[in-house]
Structures are given as C-alpha cells and as structure tokens.
C-alpha cells in the first residue's frame, strides 16, 4: 500500500448530529482527523469526541481494544480460539439453519445498532423478515428514539423530523426539553450559541429535572419532576387557550381532534399543573407565552406577528415508559399554536446515534418495514415482498430489544445474533439480560472492539470494521445523508458489517431456498444502497433523486430527494398538508402517567441516568484515551448536598446505590444542580469501573444493573431515565 498522506472524507462515528470530518492517513494508519469544513451539518468543527478520533485508531489501540480474527468457544466459559472465516460462518449457518429447522424461524431473533450504516441494517433486516421469515429483529435504537417515531406517527403521520439545523438561525424562542444539548449534542450546542450572538433575542428555555449545562444557559430554566413532562405540555396549552394564543385557524385547516384534548387540558390549571410538575407557576406562564411567539404572558398578537419556535428533544421525552405521549403532547403544542412548517419553528427529535435515521429508513425495528412501511400493514407486507422478491412478509409482530432478551431467557429465542452493540451493558434490567444470553443455545456477537461485556457470552466472534475503514452511508438528525467513507484497510481479519451479513445471508439461502436465484447477490455496499433506494420510491422519505455519485459530487443531502429534484427538501409541511389519510395532522389526547416505578418509603429517590460531555456510550471507542477522562476521572452518584449531609456522607464516600434488580457501589458527589430525592449516574461506565451483583448473584456493570425494563406501550422504549432505588453508606472494609 501507498505510504503518501492521504485525506479522506466520511462521518464522525459518535452523535446523531453528524458531522463531516477529514481523515488524515498514510498506508495503513490514521494519522489526524479535523472537521470538514463544507459539511452542512458543522461546517468544520468537531467536540472532543470527535476531535480524537484518530487516537481512538492507533496501533496500540488497535492492539489492545479491536478484535481481529473470528474467535469460536468451545464451549461456554472457555477461551476463544481463531479460526478462519470458513469455519465461522459454517458453524453459524448450520446451527441457525438447525434452530430454525428444529423450532421455527421465531426461535432466532437479531439485536442490532443504531451505528451500523444504512447498507449494513438493510442486508439483516432482509435477511431475517425476507429469508429466514422472522420479525425478531431489533436494535439498540429502540432505546434510543422509538418513542420518537412512535410520536412522529401518531400525529404527523409519518416519523419524518420536520426542521433541520438551519432553523436555529430562525428561530426566537428554542423549546429544549429532555435534551442535554451540551454534552450530547456539542456541536449542535455550539450553533445555538453561534444562533444567540448572532440574535441576542433569541431565548432559550430548558426543561429538565436537573441543572445541565445546557439549563444553566437558559432564559428560563423549567426543573420539573421526573416523568412529569406530559403534564407541562397539558398544563402549557391550558394557558395557551385561555390567554387566546392557540392558532385556530390553522387548527381548523390542518388538524383534527382538537375538541377531545382541549376537554383533557380544562383541568391542567396552572396551579394543578405546577402541583404534578413542581414548576413554578409563574414560569409555566411565562413559557407558554414564549412558545406561542409572544414576548410577555397575556400580551396578546395577531397570529401573523408571532414569533417562531423550535423544539429540540431527545432521551428525555424517548425513554419513558410513556415516551409517546411525552413525544405526541410537545407535538401537540406545535400544532394547536401553528408553530410548524415554517422556518426557525416545529418540533424536532435530536437523534442519539449516528445512524438511528437510517435504520428507521430501512425499517430495522421489529415492528417496522423498508422506507417507513409498517409491518401491521398487509399492502406493506405485500409490497416489500415483491421489492425483496420473497412469497411474504410474515404478519407476526417480532420482539422488541426488551421482549427478545425476555424471550431468549424463556428459551423460546435459542440462537442471537448480536451486531455492533453491546446489550450486557447497554439493556435495562442487565441481570435478565445476562441469564439471557447464558441459556441461550448459540449466541454470535459481531463486533469491532474485543472487550465489552456482551463478548464473554458469545460462541462465536466475528471481527467486524469501524470508523475509518468501513464504507456506506449515515443519516443524521435533520435527514441528512453522509457518505462514510474508508481511509485504511481492515486491520486483521476484520470485515465489513453489511458483507458478513450477505456471506451469512448467501449461506443460509442455499439451505432455506433449496436452489433458487440469490436474494443477497451484493458486491458491494452501493449495491445494497440502491435497493434500498428503489425501496423508497413514492414514499415520505424517497430518495430516488439521490446516487452515491450525487453525493460524492454535491456532498451530504436531505430527503425527500426524488428524481428529478433539484434538491433534498430542508423543512417539511410548509403546505400545511400531512401524510395522513385526510392530509390533516392529529391532535394526541393522552392522559399525564407518572413514571413506572415511582419512589417509596424502600425505595426513596428518584434515578436518573444521562451521558457525560467527553464519553460514548459503553466507552469501547472513547474509554480508550485517557485524555477524555479529563472532565470526569471516575463514576459518582450525583446527589444534592443537603442529601449528602442527611445521608452522613462526604463527597467521594462510598455508597451502595440499589434497586429492585441490582446493586452497585461507587462514590458520592455534591451537585446542587440535582433536586433533592433525585440521585444521577452517568450511561456510560462499564465493569472495568462500576461493577455489581444482582439479587441473584449474577455480576453486573454500570447503571443499567439498577434501570427499570418497564417500557411504553405504543414504543416499547423502556424508561431508562428513571427508577426508584435507594442509598446506604458503604463500609470499608
Ligand atoms: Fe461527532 Fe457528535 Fe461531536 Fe459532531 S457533535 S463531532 S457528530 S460526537
């Protein structure tokens, strides 16, 4: 290989922001990554995840973190061997083949993530709905935003983010509600700030149970009780009806089922609402006059004179177990006060994951279908069959990430694949999670990094790429698409995620199909990427417009692309008409739930879990640079410092920290930010740093031994940001 310095374009591996980076290399090593400075989404700047990137790829990295040949045990609890790439997918095409053979195509299930690219999710989707007949596929996505599409469906008819990024500079009043926007979306963050130097007018106001970083920049900081969000956005639109700032004739044009959540809301007074959400009411008001585009409560304004306003939500409204409702009422304030389809105004979901967007595209829930299609629907079914060319699509709803674990410790699920996501950790109520696995016949894990906690539970390692080497393409949080591009080889054996789905696909088949033509014949990841393409035509989110030589020659788009567009559509609903039946959006008439396991006298505060600015998630790719354990060294138990004293505890104390499922122990440490009976543990540390036991001995990692698998109905998120546990001093031994 050439050892000239090369400069490659591609994607940051991290945020659903998306940025556009640089990759510096020469022969086969990472060398520098900067910010693309034509990428529309950060214009050239990265956060300091992003910015170390190319650290995350150095040779002793490498080494140490990645996994670089297929493993095989022998037997459970055994150390894994290297064997060749033939023998790996031989062994997990016949016991796949002899679980489905043996007990039916529901006996397997597939759990992937939402950093797989597009091409990567669309091959195992295929292959488990189209080939194997099967619906059990989900991903870790689902504990990401599928609240957010939940919401999205309910009331606009279709899970497409109807803002993007250029409507900061629009806007005058930013609704971030559930968002920490600082630490998990940085650079987005910085083009608010960018938006407020460049408006002094613009406000900001921030709901959210603690003081972030991003509430302590707010106009007007909402701290209201954990869960009780849906009761805010009820108790909002009650004053907005009294004080006359619902936009009626825009309800009246675009809307139905305003009456029944107008009776709802007669009872949210400001002070039964200040009550449930423990906000002040003169901060209610004064948010619902901001909203609705005044400068001051009761000041009333033509419709016309009303100033825009943006939403940004995100884990906060998503994972609850009633994280539709939180997602459906905020929409619903957007609707009543005709505060969308404009520019600077709407509500708009922030995206976790780098490509959450593109695996609700190819439909890689189990409950979802190709380009938005839904599974429930026989003419989705019907014509993803023929786009696939397989007889059906079976009708049966597949498990979703909390039921498929639950169904693999029932053993009704005998053979997991698991791809680019590490559940051990990652999975709410971790010890069912673990057992899971255990009783599971044949477990794969497909993965890049060697050493998360999901690795010890496999029978078979399959050494997949990452960042830097892997080709296809993301979509970000406002629909954009990036290209990721490869900038050095595969170290190792390691291979492209979307290829070792397509060998094991192309195996399988000629056992399933007994002959016929190949469904997977794909030599490369553009070639997946075009079908899937074909899947989208007519379709809310068609990108027919679109080719990857587009990209490379006008960069990242949005969709809608269709052909013959001379652009991807930056907003949607400007016309005021949605993809619903009747073109009109639906009011959601949901009742305030509190939170599924709300505190007790055993179980007396309240936990709440979030990420920290200079870590990813499970800290495969992060935790390996010591400079981004700078802002924070170790794990703590947030508490209030009045809890700290009424607890006898001094900051970096030890504390057991347990609830119903699990126990942990890690230091104390002071933070007024937190409301008293509250408690916060970062996602993000794993058994490395914050190691436990569940009730049943089984050994635990990180904060999700303690997180509740209670889940929302309609999304099957589960309420990862929230749970009853309590505290107790540790004694040193
Ligand atoms: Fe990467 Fe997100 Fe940081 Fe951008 S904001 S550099 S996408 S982690």
Redesign the pocket.
């Known amino acids: 290989m050439s050892t000239a310095l090369r400069e490659t374009r591609s994607t940051?591996p991290?945020?659903g922001?998306?940025?556009g980076v640089i990759i510096e290399s020469q022969g086969t090593q990472i060398t520098g990554v900067r910010g693309d400075p034509d990428h529309p989404a950060?214009f050239g700047r990265?956060?300091s995840?992003?910015s170390t990137l190319h650290l995350t790829a150095a040779p002793a990295v490498t080494q140490h973190a990645r996994l670089l040949f297929p493993m095989r045990r022998a037997t459970r609890g055994a150390e894994p061997r290297p064997v060749s790439w033939n023998e790996a997918m031989s062994e997990a095409t016949e016991r796949f083949a002899q679980v489905i053979a043996e007990h039916g195509p529901d006996a397997v299930g597939f759990y992937l993530s939402g950093q797989l690219l597009t091409e990567d999710y669309y091959v195992f989707n295929k292959l488990a709905k189209g080939l194997i007949g099967t619906n059990n596929v989900d991903t870790n996505s689902r504990l990401c935003m599928s609240s957010a599409v939940a919401g999205y469906k309910a009331t606009l008819g279709a899970d497409a983010p109807p803002a993007c990024y250029d409507d900061l500079a629009h806007a005058r009043t930013l609704f971030i509600t559930g968002s920490n926007t600082a630490y998990a979306?940085?650079?987005l963050f910085r083009r608010i700030e960018d938006a407020k130097r460049a408006n002094p007018a613009l406000r900001m106001i921030v709901v959210d149970p603690r003081r972030t970083d991003t509430a302590a920049a707010a106009d007007l900081h909402l701290q209201l009780l954990p869960g009780s969000d849906v009761a805010l956005y009820h108790g909002l639109l009650h004053l907005m009806l009294w004080d006359g700032l619902v936009d009626t004739a825009y309800i009246a044009a675009h809307t139905t089922g305003f009456d029944a959540l107008k009776a709802r809301v007669r009872e949210y007074t400001p002070r039964e609402t200040s009550r449930l959400t423990g906000v002040p009411e003169d901060r209610i008001v004064q948010a619902a006059a901001w909203f609705a585009g005044l400068d001051e409560p009761g000041a009333g304004a033509p419709v016309a004179a009303r100033t825009p306003t943006l939403s940004l939500y995100c884990q906060g409204l998503n994972q609850s177990a009633s994280g539709t409702a939180k997602n459906a009422a905020l929409i619903n304030l957007h609707l009543a006060t005709g505060q969308i389809g404009k520019p600077g105004a709407g509500p708009f979901s922030l995206t976790g994951q780098p490509n959450a967007m593109g695996g609700r595209e190819v439909g890689g829930l189990s409950n979802l279908l190709s380009a938005h299609r839904d599974l429930a629907n026989p003419g989705h079914r019907a014509e993803v069959a023929r786009l696939w060319g397989v007889d059906d699509v079976p009708a049966a709803p597949g498990k979703s990430a909390v039921d498929m674990f639950r169904a693999a410790a029932d053993g009704q699920i005998k053979a997991l694949w698991i791809a680019c996501t590490n559940p051990a950790q990652s999975m709410p109520d971790q010890a069912l999670v673990r057992e899971a696995m255990a009783r599971c016949e044949f477990v794969v894990v497909q993965e890049a990094f060697a050493t998360t906690a999901t690795t010890p539970y496999a029978d078979l390692l399959l050494p997949a790429t990452t960042w830097g080497e892997k080709e296809g393409t993301v979509t970000n949080s406002e629909r954009r698409i990036s290209r990721v591009r490869p900038a050095v080889p595969a170290p190792g054996q390691a291979r492209n995620d979307w290829h070792i789905a397509t060998e094991f696909a192309q195996r399988l088949e000629t056992r399933l199909r007994c002959g016929r033509p190949s469904l997977f014949d794909y030599p490369t990841p553009e070639s997946v990427w075009i079908e899937h393409r074909e899947s989208t035509r007519g379709r809310d989110l068609d990108i027919t417009g679109l080719s990857y030589a587009r990209l490379e020659a006008e960069g990242p788009q949005q969709w809608p692309l269709p052909e013959g567009a001379a652009t991807g559509r930056a907003r949607l609903y400007e016309d005021g008409v949605f993809p619903t039946a009747d073109g009109r959006a639906r009011f959601f008439d949901t009742p305030f739930e509190p939170v599924a396991e709300p505190r007790d006298v055993r179980y007396p505060f309240s936990l709440n879990t979030g990420r920290l600015r200079d870590q990813w998630h499970g800290m495969s790719r992060t935790g390996t640079l010591g400079r981004l354990f700078g802002q924070v060294p170790e794990p703590t138990v947030d508490l209030h410092p009045q809890e700290l004293q009424r607890l006898g505890l001094q900051p970096g104390d030890l504390v057991h920290v347990t609830s119903r499922r699990g126990s942990i122990v890690l230091p104390a440490a002071a933070d007024d930010g937190i409301a008293p009976a509250q408690a916060f543990i970062a996602m993000h540390w794993g058994e490395e740093f914050l190691s436990g036991r569940s009730a049943r001995g089984v050994p635990l990692a990180g904060v999700n031994a303690l997180t509740t698998p209670r889940y929302c109905p309609r999304s099957m998120q589960p309420e990862l940001k929230h749970c009853a546990v309590k505290l107790l001093k540790a004694e040193l031994p």
């Open positions: 940051c991290y945020c922001v998306g940025c950060n990265l956060c995840k992003g979306h940085p650079i």
